[in-house]
């Protein structure tokens, strides 16, 4: 079992960035891949970025692209998110979650772990 908690949330003009966090309790944390999500009020949940059990690997979503960057830190059980250039579009709540699937990563019904969200809010 892992336990997710996400933080570094907030309101942040557009622009400008910040830097999320997810911290995983479990001596298997390590062994998962692990992805970020957001959702916006009355839209579907959607991927924003994956990276592998090691690190070495990293995906993103095309909206996301040279502007996020997803990595992890193992002994610490943390994964970040770092948002560059924040638009309003990527106000949401943000999710992190626990996969075995690295290649279908982007499919969240393969996440079997996943936090509370933390807000994120872009103003123009």
């Known amino acids: 079992q892992v336990q997710l908690v996400e933080s570094g949330g907030g309101l942040v003009q557009s622009g400008g960035s910040l830097r999320l966090s997810c911290a995983g309790s479990?001596?298997?944390?390590?062994?998962?891949?692990m992805g970020w999500f957001r959702q916006a009020p009355g839209k579907e949940r959607e991927f924003v970025a994956a990276?592998?059990?090691?690190?070495?690997?990293?995906y993103y979503a095309d909206s996301v692209k040279g502007r996020f960057s997803i990595s992890r830190d193992n002994g610490k059980n943390t994964v970040y998110l770092q948002m560059s250039s924040l638009k309003p579009g990527d106000t949401a709540v943000y999710y992190c979650?626990?996969?075995?699937?690295?290649?279908?990563?982007?499919?969240?019904?393969?996440?079997?772990?996943w936090g509370q969200g933390t807000q994120v809010t872009v103003s123009s």
């Open positions: 479990g001596r298997t944390f390590s062994s998962y891949v």
């Open positions: 990276i592998s059990v090691s690190g070495g690997g990293t």
């Open positions: 979650a626990a996969t075995n699937e690295y290649f279908t990563a982007r499919v969240a019904s393969n996440y079997d772990y």
